[in-house]
């Protein structure tokens, strides 16, 4: 699979602080690239994804656009709530198979 | 439905028994994953199915894990001679399709302890 490289965590960070969490992956081609979200006890969800260069994905006020040159897919949201205490997983997508980063633990304190 | 089922959530199994673990695909998709979830957060691959083809198995250690994917029965996941090392959240995930875009729904997941 494709290899990926994605910010090391633990993350602390207050409520309403600005997150950023960096993604890059190297590939021949053109994945496409996902955001999985990993709740406490819970399995992966879908948190975003791009299929092209210069897509930006969105969902619950996380955003992160598809970057062709740097061949990053970095992960932001602009004020995070507690409920956004979670392990956030980058994944390239190529073919069948989904290569996925380290992860990375976020927690947001009240 | 539209949730992978995996079934059961925790096993607990001594060091050389059988694990056998199940999961429902989402209705209507070809596509079945499972993954291992081993210290702290890595997923590593382990195989996929094309429906009840394996499709790839580049991920399966091939002396104690074999899986399976037949018509009208949900796929399943088993482990010979379990070891302490096998001890993970064993995770499934369904798709419809591989092609650019298609994201992956995965299950909540079979959390085995080897002691």
């Known amino acids: 699979g494709d290899s990926v490289t994605q910010m090391e965590g633990p993350v602390t960070l207050s409520e309403e602080a600005f997150l950023t969490i960096n993604c890059t992956y190297t590939?021949?081609?053109?994945?496409?690239l996902f955001w999985y979200v990993q709740y406490p006890g819970e399995g992966l969800q879908l948190l975003l994804k791009?299929?092209?260069?210069?897509d930006k994905g969105s969902n619950k006020g996380f955003e992160a656009t598809y970057r062709k040159e740097t061949t990053s897919f970095h992960l932001e949201k602009g004020s995070v709530q507690v409920s956004d205490s979670a392990v956030y997983f980058c994944?390239?997508?190529?073919?069948?198979?989904?290569?996925f980063g380290a992860g990375t633990t976020v927690t947001v304190r009240a | 439905g539209e949730e992978v089922a995996q079934t059961p959530k925790h096993l607990v199994r001594g060091e050389g028994q059988k694990a056998k673990l199940y999961c429902a695909p989402i209705?209507?998709?070809?596509?079945v994953f499972w993954y291992q979830q081993v210290l702290k957060n890595e997923f590593k691959f382990l195989i996929s199915?094309?429906?009840?083809?394996?499709?790839?198995e580049t991920g399966m250690p091939k002396e104690r894990f074999s899986a399976k994917c037949l018509p009208n029965s949900p796929c399943s996941l088993e482990i010979q001679a379990t070891k302490l090392e096998d001890s993970a959240v064993y995770f499934c995930?369904?798709?419809?399709?591989?092609?650019?875009?298609?994201?992956?729904?995965f299950g909540s997941g079979t959390r085995l302890t080897v002691v």
């Open positions: 995930a369904s798709s419809q399709s591989f092609r650019q875009g298609g994201g992956y729904t």
């Open positions: 590939a021949t081609g053109y994945p496409s």
């Open positions: 791009a299929t092209k260069a210069d």
């Open positions: 994944a390239p997508l190529r073919g069948p198979q989904l290569s």
């Open positions: 209705k209507g998709h070809s596509y």
């Open positions: 199915f094309q429906n009840e083809n394996v499709f790839d």
